[in-house]
C-alpha cells in the first residue's frame, strides 16, 4: 500500500482527532508531504504541510488549530486536529506535496464534525 491514512471518526464541534498517514518509501523519499482535505462538494486542498526537516506550512482557514507531524525512521506522517469546526469535516488523504501527475491518493480517512 503506497499511502495509507487512518485516524478519522465522527467528533462534536470543539473535539480532537489525530489522523495518521503511512506512506511508501518511494513517495516519502521526497522532500515535502502533506495533508489534503476534500470537503464535500469542493476540490481537494493542502491544509498542512511539512519538509524533511520539520519546517511547516498550515492554511490560514486551519492555522492554531492543526499540527502537522512526521517520523522519518517509520514513514509516517500525523495532523493533529483540535478545536475541530463542522467546516472541517471532510476525506482527508495524505501524499507528497505536489503529489505529481496521476498520483495514488489511496482511501483517506474522513473526518465528520457535527454543530
Known amino acids: 500500500v503506497q499511502l495509507q491514512a487512518s485516524g478519522g471518526g465522527l467528533v462534536q464541534a470543539g473535539g480532537s482527532l489525530r489522523l495518521s498517514c503511512t506512506a511508501s518509501g518511494s513517495i516519502f523519499s521526497r522532500n515535502v508531504m502533506g495533508w489534503y482535505r476534500q470537503a464535500p462538494g469542493k476540490q481537494r486542498e493542502l491544509v498542512a504541510a511539512?519538509?524533511?526537516?520539520?519546517?511547516?506550512s498550515i492554511h490560514d482557514s486551519v492555522k492554531g488549530r492543526f499540527t502537522i507531524s512526521r517520523d522519518n525512521s517509520k514513514n509516517t506522517v500525523d495532523l493533529q486536529m483540535n478545536n475541530l469546526k463542522p467546516e472541517d469535516t471532510g476525506v482527508y488523504h495524505c501524499?507528497?506535496?505536489?503529489?505529481?501527475?496521476?498520483?495514488?491518493w489511496g482511501q483517506g480517512t474522513l473526518v465528520t464534525v457535527s454543530s
Open positions: 501524499n507528497a506535496v505536489p503529489p505529481g501527475l496521476g498520483a495514488s
Open positions: 511539512i519538509d524533511r526537516v520539520g519546517a511547516t
